[in-house]
């Protein structure tokens, strides 16, 4: 197992063509060290002692933008995996280089991992308006692993294959999330009244079992090795979540809170 990651790791990238931030590890590590740096660090101490800023006009814009980004990306994504890429879906594989349809699967690909860069900003809105206790491990441990584990899998696998279908129940949750969002900023009191809050992480942990089971059906496939790899890193780290979301769904939703102090 530790030889075939090495082995993996060591590989030049299948694809010759790399599209904007994909040609070396360091565009992307630099991006999420600096991203770190601010909502951790240099963010908080020049927030301290200044006044929360009002974003409500730009962040809805944002989550509107969001959503159209997502709900495309979702249909186009569909219609690609049903209709031209006409995939697999019992072993999913990227599509040749000399495919047809090759450039859609790589530009396809690519728009998820840039939106993972925009949902970095999320983070950068909640430092400016001083809601540091949204910014939580699990908030940044999440927009850091779905980026950098995003860019892996573009520079060590490819465009396209086993990785864009399961990346893509996300775009699901991402809907429903900045929907929430959205509908949560048109007025500051409305967010204690969206009932269906919980639901946004009931589906993020529905995705998570969907991800690990196709990720087991696939690894015991015994004529699919060029999705296996991709189905370890997925199952993996999808149990992993899991475990975060479901600690998380226990705190907010089913341990007993304390009541809610009156506004004097």
């Not at 931030?21 to 991006?31: C, N, Q």
């Not at 696939?218 to 999808?238: E, K, M, N, V, Y």
């Amino acid at each position: 197992m530790f030889d075939d990651l090495v082995d993996f790791l060591n590989k030049p990238p299948p694809d010759p063509v790399r599209l904007p931030l994909l040609s070396s590890h360091k565009p992307v590590l630099m991006i999420l060290g600096t991203y770190l740096i601010f909502v951790k660090v240099v963010g908080p101490k020049v927030m301290a002692n200044r006044k929360a800023f009002d974003l409500r006009g730009l962040i809805k814009v944002y989550n509107i933008m969001q959503i159209l980004y997502n709900v495309v990306m979702f249909v186009f994504a569909v219609h690609f995996m049903f209709g031209p890429g006409d995939y697999n879906f019992g072993c999913i594989s990227n599509l040749p280089p000399d495919h047809d349809y090759k450039t859609w699967e790589r530009w396809l690909t690519y728009s998820y991992f840039f939106n993972k860069l925009l949902d970095l900003l999320e983070t950068v809105f909640f430092v400016l308006r001083k809601k540091d206790r949204q910014i939580s491990f699990l908030h940044v441990f999440h927009h850091m692993y779905m980026l950098y584990f995003s860019f892996m899998y573009l520079y060590y696998y490819g465009y396209g294959g086993h990785g864009f279908f399961m990346c893509f129940f996300n775009v699901i949750v991402h809907i429903m999330m900045y929907s929430y969002y959205y509908q949560s900023s048109l007025s500051p009191n409305s967010q204690s009244d969206l009932w269906w809050k919980k639901y946004i992480t009931i589906v993020q942990l529905v995705q998570f079992f969907i991800i690990v089971g196709h990720s087991i059906y696939t690894l015991r496939q015994p004529d699919c090795p060029s999705a296996r790899f991709s189905a370890i890193c997925a199952g993996s780290i999808s149990v992993v979540f899991i475990i975060l979301f479901s600690n998380f769904y226990y705190h907010a939703y089913i341990s007993p809170k304390k009541p809610a102090k009156k506004m004097t």
